[in-house]
Every structure is written in C-alpha cells, then in structure tokens.
C-alpha cells in the first residue's frame, strides 16, 4: 500500500505540521508502505515530494521548494525540492492518505471533502466532525445538545456587529461577566482570540476577532486547569489517560504554546479518579457529538471545585513524538509507532465499511 502524507498548508500551523510529518514519516511501517510525501506551501501550492522507502534525514529536509526534480536534502543546509501538482493528481489504487494538517483548509472538512470526492481512504475525522470540531459555534450547539457542561457564551455575527454594537454589548454583558474570552468561530492556535476585562477591552477584541472571522463567539472566561483527553477509534470508541496542559501564564496562545513553550505537560494529570473517569466519558460524548473518526483531542477545563466543562474538540490535534495526544496513548499503553499504525488501519476500516452498503 501507500500512504501520501500531506503536510504544511496555509496555516498558522505550518511549521507544527512539517515536524509532525517528520514524526510520523519516521514512525510508519516501511515494511508495509510506500510513502508519498505532499507538501503544501504557505501560497498554497501542492508541491509531490521524492518517494520515500525510509524517513527523511532531518525536519527541515520536509520542505520543499518548487523544482523540475523532487529530490530530499540529506545534509542540514541542502534544499529538498518537489514537482508542483494538481491536488486531485493524489488519487491511486491502494492508496490511503495522512493528511497532517491543521487549521483552516486542512482541519475544516475542505480538503476532507476533496478525499471524498476523490474516493480515497485517509486518516482522520470525516467532513462534518472536522467542520463541526473547527467551528466554535457549531460545535458548542452540538454539545449543548448531549447535555456536555459548558461556560456560558454569547455567539453573533460580524453583520449583527455593524448594525448594532449596542445590542451586542447589551447580550454578552446582560449573560456573562468579566473577564471574557473573545474568539473568532473557526481559527485554532489562539489566533485572533482576545481576554476581555471591559467594554473597552471587548471592543478592541472582538474589532481583532473580526480580522479572522464574520462569525464570533464570546465566552465567559474562568479561572482553570485546562486538562485534555484523548480520542480514538470510528464508532468504537477509546479514550485515553487524562492530561495536563500546566501552565505557568493566564493564557495559553500560540507562542507560549509553540515558541516560547512555557507550559508543561502531566501526565497522568493529578485530578480524582472520578473527575478523570467524567473527563473520559464527556470526551466520548463529544466525539459521538460531532460524528468524530480516527482520532480527537478533547480539551477540558477544570476549575478549583472540580467543576469539569468542555472548551473543545481538535479533530488534527498535535502530533509529534512531544505533542499531548501521542504522550497520552503512550500512557494508556499505545506507543507513537503503533498508534500511526492504528489511525491507517481506521481510516481503511471506514473507507470499507462505507463500500460494503
Ligand atoms: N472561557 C475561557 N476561560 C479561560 N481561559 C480561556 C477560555 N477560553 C480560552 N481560554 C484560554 O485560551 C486558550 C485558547 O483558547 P481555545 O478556545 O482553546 O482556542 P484554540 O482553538 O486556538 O486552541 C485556552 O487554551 C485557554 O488558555
Ligand atoms: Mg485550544
């Protein structure tokens, strides 16, 4: 078989993404697979790595420059090149792809529905549980639904904005107190979200908010752990041992997340045994919720009284061998090698199953 990892993106998450495709390059089975490196740029521009029969010397070897060749650097400082292609140009017998994506484009059910209508097996949630998972507002309505504890939050659109901020105010203020976490509905890695501590501050932010999205939700911001939980499996479902993102600052943003990383992961995290088994249950619920496949994280927070609400659901969670969803499989007793493994054979399990109908 193949597998065609596809990595990069127009992301804020590009970078995240070419050391996870490092990662998990290095984790396949060669014995089993071909593996077809795809690597999109930052433009966008679907550029067809050499083939590979063994991992690649180092991360950066992961990108790609436009070339006539696609050829993989083996030493630091050589520029590995690839053939530009058309995206559709993927699809081959045998054939089941990884994308390794995250984000708008890659995490959103975009390119999830390009697969579909390709008819190819790949790795991961399907259109709807990625729409759902990356949409901060469709996805709270869903988990409202299965009765899944949440803060409370305010959602509006960026037309309702212009034509009445008043009434905007008027709504979040009349529900929720400071302070308050402002977001636009789909971004992920915190970009465009602000806390607000008053009206001033709450225009500045959702004005930020707007940059990124019309759609914006206001959420009423708490003082709590952010613990998170694992999802695997199709309409089986497995949870994993319950993490701690443990943070040393109010508010975990992409370059303390990514750059600067001041936070430290626990796990186990040190929380009851009956608040990690609610935790565990709720992270289920959630993945059900969406219609989620392959794999979720489940993020949670967890104030002092062990109040547990649900902050959301990443359907392309981080992924490299320091990354919390790998690290908590890896505890549950699923190591990072055969973990990759798992999430091929379940996207053939449901490219199968839905050609058995
Ligand atoms: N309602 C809230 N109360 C307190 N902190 C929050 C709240 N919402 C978000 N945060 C902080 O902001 C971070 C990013 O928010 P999150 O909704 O998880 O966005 P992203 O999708 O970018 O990960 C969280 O990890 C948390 O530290
Ligand atoms: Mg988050």
Redesign the pocket.
Known sequence: MKIVVVYGGKSAEHDISILTAFSIIKEIYFEYYDVQPVFITKEGTWLKGEPLTGPVAFADALKLEEAPEAHFATKEGEQSTGVMINPCSIKDEDTVVFPILHGPNGEDGTIQGMFEILDMPYVGCGVLASAAGMD?IASKQLFQQVGLPQ?PYVPFIKTEWNEDPEAIYNRIEGTLLYPV?V?PAN?????G?SKADNRDELMAAIEEALKYDRRIVV????D?R?IECGVLGNDDVNTSVVGEVV?EVG???YNEKYVNNTVTLQIPAEIPEEVSHKVREYAATAFKAIDGAGLTRC?F?LTESNEIYI??VNTMPGFTEFSMYPLLWAETGINYKNLVEELIQLALKRYNEKHER
């Open positions: 901060k803060v976490f977001k971004m992920g890695s915190s970009v979200i959420e009423q911001g708490i709590a952010e943070k508010f975990y943003d993020d927070f902050n959301e």
